[in-house]
């Protein structure tokens, strides 16, 4: 059998182009399966029956005429999302499998299970994932799922992929993930076969693991169907039926099979590589690509036995303990497209293309020696979805009520599948999972960029290149850019403006002193034959921040800073979304939506936020009232009854929007929503000198007693009609805002309530309007509050980003959500949400008692706990009091 090494060498002795033409397409054909002998992890799984004789015999049970829920796919996923399902006593889910339980992509995966990622959400679905499958499985059904705690070790070559194992180190201790930095004399002698010569340090977390997909999903069907759960196997859904209710709206109504159909409301597409294809069905787009991923497993290796699973990120490639023997990948800068994946295709494998994967070999070989000279027993290749951002597809569809997405894993479906599946079930059933799931919510995606085929290639491929990456706290994407520009983008631009990208829009960042640096279209990082951007200056300024510490242009935006802060600063936000709510019953869906107030007179604006049911923030908002009016402008349309107009923060604007609608037909309320964000662009013009600034273009007196504060009115800005509004001062204007009280989706989730947040000013508690999240609210104020976001300061200067533990009085009481330098205080500032580790409420007097450090990297920092902002407590300066 040919060695690691040897294949090195053949593969070098080859051509070097690309397997494919263009992107490296492949086509992925039905014929695709593995050698009857082949030797693969599961080989148990690659049991063959003769051709034809599956699809002949047709499903395992007859098909029920109806179901609360079916789920397609019974891969991880579709299997975790039934098991949960049925936990949470839904009655009568069917799951609905093409071939056999795990074929697709989940037979074939490493099965590798990590604790600690760069995100606190995923820390905790990881926890359930590991606590399902090591566990609860085993204790409800007797069965072993295959889980190996044998623990995992994470590479770091260089300082900076330290300090980054070091942020993960510190965010598990708020979550009770033990983990450890060694020193490579350390790391040798936990892994005797490693070279650790060129090491700076690892992280070993000891419990970590490794998982059996086909004994996982095995004993997740039987623990589901236990609980009155169906599961079907050779059952192929051909088509899903769509009906649409009295006021115009599209639900689903049920699943058809060659076999038959089956009524249903409720159909979670968990098809892996072929959700795409289900998507369409349904009128569903579904921004995933498929690609080959691989790995070689090794045959026996002396001392191996036992070790922990190794992920070296800066070689990009994965080390897992496979018995006696390893099991080797990685991800490259070059994976092989597929252009087409046939619905025939189960437990096949693809022939492994060594001009690709040989660049893992290399870095396997320095990392563990004795692969040079290992044989390789078995090549896995398969197919594997991909997404835009490397975060999978979640959520209810907003083009069809009753479809939810279960998908796009990106080779990481088993290690997350417990979390997701019951946070997927939580959202069937409830509307909402329990914890915050936006970074996978599909409606995290602009409808116009979610079947725009160059966007979700070229975004997913360089997720896929980057996915080993330092994750940085300040990165921005080089594929898919330049898809939504405001008419002050070239203007910008010109003067130097850094842009980012959010929501598709080019948004402005900061100000390089050096001049231009726009962005270019995407070279693929030179793969596919492209030639990679020389002397990109863009990619230069992002290649600066990537640091822990103060990025290089830190001095240049703390000018920027105070200069907003000292005078005045002009902000282009046109990338805000801009909504208006009109209709009959616009006042009735305000009330319901909005947790303020808003049925002022019209010419207010009111700040407020929306609320799901359980009192979890889905937004913070500007609503302004409006004067009815018989005829359209371009700051306006027409409407009978009552108008708002709705200014949302642009990243999130699709999540806005697919919320309200989803309220609105749930109610069925007689309004109407209208998306002016393309049509209207916005300046913010911020600082004590901006009425002075305004005064000398618009022409109407900006004094306080004339334009006091939480007001809006028309007026003419250099003979332009525009909207102008009293919050920090913004502009409204036809192709041409304000700030907020916290940051959502950093200071504010959809599973923080606004009395957790300290805004419970924008609550209408003291009124009896009800308002959708009110009972929570008022349980949540009658118990007393078990989290609250505090504010922190640390006097000594240093870079915090978020992530890092908090300390009370010895003990982790939480962990920073957000954290920059505050230079008008010279701090660094911090907010975060903390517990008290007794389990009682968190009160005002719990905050101000403790004494506090904020832990960066390992080092703890003493930091000042504040109830009240430290800046501008009194919130006089955004009312024009200095």
């Known amino acids: 059998m040919a060695s690691l090494s040897r294949a090195l060498r053949v593969a070098f002795a080859h051509s070097r182009q690309s397997p494919a033409q263009g992107l490296g397409l492949c086509p992925l054909s039905s014929a695709a399966r593995p050698p009857a002998e082949k030797s693969v992890p599961y080989q148990r799984t690659l049991k063959e029956e003769p051709d034809g004789l599956e699809a002949a015999r047709g499903p395992t049970r007859p098909l029920p005429s109806t179901a609360s829920v079916v789920v397609i796919g019974g891969g991880s996923l ?35 299970l990590w604790q600690l990622r760069p995100s606190d959400v995923e820390v905790e679905l990881l926890a359930h994932t590991r606590r399902v499958v090591s566990r609860d499985l085993e204790e409800e059904t007797g069965l072993h799922t295959g889980w190996i705690q ?49 090491l700076y340090g690892t992280l070993y977390v000891p419990h970590d693991g490794t998982m059996d997909p086909a004994g996982t999903c095995t ?30 709206v599209r639900r689903v109504a049920a699943v058809e099979t060659m076999h038959g159909s089956i009524q249903t409301p409720v159909v979670v597409n968990c098809a892996g590589v072929w959700a795409g294809a ?49 099991s080797v990948g990685g991800y490259e800068a070059n994976p092989i497209f597929c252009q087409e994946v046939s619905d025939k295709f189960a437990f096949g494998l693809f022939d492994l293309d060594w001009d690709v994967f040989t660049q893992h070999i290399e870095g396997a070989i320095n990392r563990v020696p004795v692969l040079e000279r290992t044989g390789v027993k078995s090549t896995v290749c398969g197919p594997e979805s991909f997404t835009p951002d490397h975060k999978p597809l979640m959520g209810e569809a907003p083009e069809l009520r009753g479809f939810f997405l279960g998908c796009g894993f990106n080779s990481a479906g088993m290690m997350l599948g417990g979390g997701c599946g019951q946070e997927l079930a939580h959202w069937v059933i409830h509307g909402r999972p329990e914890k915050d799931m936006y970074g996978y919510d599909i409606r995290r995606f602009h409808h116009s960029l979610t079947d725009h085929g160059r966007w979700v290639r070229e975004r997913s ?28 983008h070239k203007e910008l631009l010109a003067q130097g403006c850094v842009f980012q990208e ?91 939506l909005f947790s303020a107030d808003v049925s002022r007179p019209p010419g207010s604006t009111v700040y407020t936020c929306m609320l799901n049911h359980r009192g979890g923030t889905e937004s913070d908002l500007t609503v302004s009232r409006l004067d009815p009016g018989p005829r359209a402008s371009p700051l306006a349309p027409a409407f009978e009854g009552d108008g708002y107009y709705l200014a949302v923060g642009g990243a999130v604007a699709q999540h806005n929007w697919s919320h309200i609608t989803t309220v609105l037909q749930d109610q069925r309320l007689r309004c109407q929503l209208i998306d002016h964000s393309e049509d209207l662009g916005m300046i913010s013009v911020q600082g004590p000198a901006s009425r002075t600034v305004l005064q000398e273009v618009l022409d109407t007196d900006l004094s306080n007693e004339a334009f006091p504060f939480s007001t809006h009115k028309l007026v003419r800005a250099a003979g332009h009609l525009v909207s102008s509004f009293a919050l920090s001062i913004a502009l409204h204007q036809p192709e041409l805002t304000d700030g907020s009280y916290r940051h959502w989706h950093a200071d504010l989730r959809p599973d923080d309530s606004p009395l957790e947040a300290g805004l419970a000013f924008t609550c209408k508690l003291k009124s009896s309007t009800p308002f959708l999240g009110r009972g929570a609210l008022e349980q949540q104020r009658a118990a007393g509050l078990h989290r609250r976001l505090v504010c922190f300061t640390v006097d000594e200067k240093v870079p915090m980003f978020g992530l890092e533990a908090i300390w009370r009085n010895g003990q982790v009481v939480g962990h920073v959500r957000r954290a920059d330098f505050g230079f008008a205080l010279d701090k660094t500032i911090a907010y975060g949400y903390i517990r008290d580790p007794s389990g009682g409420p968190v009160t005002l007097d719990f905050v101000k008692s403790g004494d506090y450090t904020l832990e960066r990297m390992g080092v703890a920092y003493a930091a000042q706990g504040h109830v009240r902002s430290p800046f501008d407590p009194d919130n006089k300066r955004v009312k024009g009091i200095y």
């Open 78 to 112: 579709g299997c975790q999302t039934l098991y949960h399902l049925a936990k949470l006593g839904v009655n009568n889910p069917v799951l609905l499998e093409r071939d056999r339980l795990t074929s697709g992509t989940t037979w074939h995966t490493a099965g590798l």
């Open 150 to 198: 044998n623990g995992g070790l994470f590479i770091a070559s260089n300082r900076q992929r330290l300090d980054e194992y070091k942020r993960l180190m510190s965010l598990g201790k708020a979550y009770g993930v033990e983990s450890h930095v060694l020193s490579p004399a350390e790391t040798k002698e936990l892994y005797p076969l490693m070279n650790v010569d060129d």
């Open 219 to 248: 004993t997740l069907a039987r623990a589901a169907t236990a609980r009155g759960a169906q599961v079907i196997e050779n059952c192929p859904v051909t088509g899903i039926r769509v009906c649409t209710d009295d006021f115009g």
């Open 278 to 326: 289900v998507g369409r069905m349904a009128g569903v787009k579904v921004p995933l690509v498929a690609m080959h991923h691989a790995y070689v497993v090794t045959e026996r290796i002396e001392g191996i036995q036992n070790m922990p699973n190794v992920r070296d990120h800066d070689a990009s490639v994965y080390l897992r303990l496979q018995g006696d023997a390893l």
């Open 461 to 488: 491929h360089e997720s896929y290149a980057k996915n080993y990456s330092v994750v940085f706290p300040h990165d921005e994407p080089l594929a898919g850019r330049n898809m939504r520009q405001d008419p002050l």
């Open 502 to 592: 959010r929501h598709g829009w080019e948004r402005p960042g900061w100000f390089s002193p050096h001049g231009a640096a726009p962005v270019l279209d995407y070279d693929y990082y030179g793969a596919y034959g492209h030639q990679a951007h020389q002397d990109y200056t863009y990619n230069k300024l992002l290649s600066d921040e990537y640091t822990f510490h103060f990025p290089p242009h830190h001095e240049a935006i703390k000018k920027e800073c105070l200069a907003c802060r000292e005078a005045a600063a002009v902000f282009d936000m046109s990338y805000f979304g801009k909504f208006y709510l009109v209709g009959p019953d616009a006042r009735k869906a305000a009330d319901w």
